[in-house]
């Protein structure tokens, strides 16, 4: 462990080249755009494909994300970068696979990656939090002299790891866990004296009632306000929808008779937090247009892992948060950039929160070519309707997720998507292109196909994550 902490130290060095890709008092990376713009990146928490209006649902009431949608770039097949939530932030702050910085399993609450007893595997020994080697998009944006601040949830280390430590001049309710106690004012559970939740909020500014995601939406207006005449990140990472599963009463009565009415809903406590975040984004823009920054602002809404099967209908995905289906990875991804891109495009490609890393600095003026070791790809192109080769996308998840139970790596290539099981071990192809609902496993019809892509999964593992999987020792195959 020791030897391959000291291999990671190596990407310390890359952060030196960010010095020398500032480009002053101009922003000059992308086609000749005048200025830096803004950026707002609103990443919601366990929000599923299908949870928006603009992404076909007819339950959820999103209309500020769905207009949001129709002035923007809408991505249909956007990927999370890992089916649960702390790995998939690492890649969306790293620009990189999970694999490859070291933290591919959630951070619980025990401290270390559950396992069973005598199962098949013991998970990676790997790290659980985002290392400080790591150049962050928070360090990037910080040379090309964007002040940035993380409001919401972190989820990607503790104390010594928070956002303000990663390169964020401001932590707002950040910290090692990854939801609340409660989402309502004094944000604990009642037997709790004091709120070990809620670390980074000025609780003396709070009212009896008030809902976590409106006060985090209070503290996004106040920095926009106080940022307004310099370039601003602005990182609003909700807690919402992540359980528990809260809302104000009123909301909650409102989805209760839809569902009483007939509407396909499974929770209205759920809707009613989606519509919350909703809120949320228009409050956001509204104050965009009242500063007069809109035009200079992009705007990124995301999730970080597929919606909770429990909670939400997916379909037509199979499975959801926690799985390698396609309900546990794919998530709803839109893009509001200012001048590019035609209103209301939709676009198809295969792409992962890991890409917003190169987008995002790319908008700054700093070279994407400069990342250390990278995955994401800028999604410059694909907004502008340019040239975007073909590529492998690959998921390395080795943990007994709390829903799926099932250790394992994909990988999407050519439309094909091979799922590789660890425990018990078991291989299914797909192709997505006519059976997104994963339903017809193809590995027996197409042999060659499979083993193609289970050797270009594995070679890449190889080459590339550093911390794997071990075999139990404590495991006996004659009791499976």
């Known amino acids: 462990m020791q030897a391959l902490r000291k291999a990671f130290s190596k990407a310390r060095l890359q952060f030196a080249l960010f010095g020398i890709l500032f480009v002053a008092g101009c922003w000059g990376g992308l086609d000749g755009d005048p200025v830096r713009p ?19 649902s007819t339950f959820y009431e999103t209309p500020h994300i769905d207009g949001l949608a129709a002035e923007g770039t809408r991505f249909t097949q956007a990927y999370s970068n890992c089916p649960v939530c702390s790995p ?3 890649a969306l702050m790293s620009g990189q696979n999970p694999g490859r910085v070291g933290f591919t399993g959630h951070i619980t609450a025990i401290g270390r990656h559950r396992y069973p007893e005598l199962g098949r595997i013991v998970p990676p020994p790997d790290f659980m939090y985002l290392r400080a080697e790591v150049v962050t998009l928070a360090e990037a944006l910080r040379t090309a002299g964007y002040v940035s601040a ?9 104390e010594p790891y928070w956002p303000t430590k990663q390169g964020f001049d401001t932590n707002v309710a950040g910290h090692t866990h990854g939801s609340p106690a409660s989402y309502f004012f004094p944000y604990r559970k009642p037997a709790q004296e004091w709120n070990p939740d809620m ?22 207006l106040e920095f926009m306000e106080k940022n307004r005449e310099r370039p601003f990140f602005l990182y609003l990472t909700h807690y919402a929808v992540h359980t528990p599963l809260q809302a104000p009463e ?5 989805y209760e008779a839809k569902i009483a009415s007939g509407a396909e809903g499974k929770n209205a406590t759920y809707g009613a937090m989606v519509e919350t975040v909703d809120d949320s984004v228009g409050r956001v823009l509204a104050k965009l247009e009242g500063l007069g920054i809109a035009e200079t602002t992009v705007v990124i809404v995301a999730s970080d892992n597929g919606g909770l099967a429990s909670v939400t209908d997916n379909s037509p995905l199979r499975a959801g948060k926690g799985h390698l289906y396609e309900g546990g990875i ?17 676009v198809g490609e295969p792409v992962t929160n890991a890409d917003l890393y190169p987008f995002i600095v790319g908008l700054a003026g700093l070279s994407p070519g400069q990342f250390p070791s990278p995955d994401g790809r800028s999604l410059a192109a694909l907004i502008d309707d340019r040239e975007w080769p073909p590529r492998a996308l690959v998921w390395y998840y080795p943990h007994y997720s709390p829903q799926a139970q099932a250790p394992g790596a994909a990988i999407l290539s050519g439309g094909y998507k091979l799922i590789e099981f660890y425990d018990p071990p078991a291989v299914e192809l797909y192709n997505l ?5 994963e339903e017809r496993d193809l590995a027996g019809k197409m042999p060659r196909k499979a083993e193609e892509l289970r050797s270009k999964l594995n070679r890449w593992i190889a080459g590339n994550v550093p911390i794997q999987h071990t075999p139990n020792p404590s495991h006996v195959p004659s009791l499976q």
């Open 433 to 437: 292109q006519d059976d997104i609902g």
């Open 88 to 90: 998939s932030r690492a």
């Open 199 to 220: 670390p980074n909020l000025d609780l003396s500014q709070s009212v009896e009632g008030e809902y976590l995601t409106d006060r985090l939406t209070d503290e996004a």
């Open 38 to 56: 803004n950026v707002i990146l609103v990443l919601v928490d366990d929000l599923g494909w299908k949870d928006l209006g603009c992404q076909g």
């Open 330 to 346: 794919r998530v709803p991804l839109i893009v509001r950039w200012p001048g590019h891109g035609l209103p209301g495009r939709l």
């Open 250 to 254: 009123a909301l909650i009565g409102k």
């Open 150 to 158: 993380s409001i919401g949830k972190w989820h990607l280390g503790s």
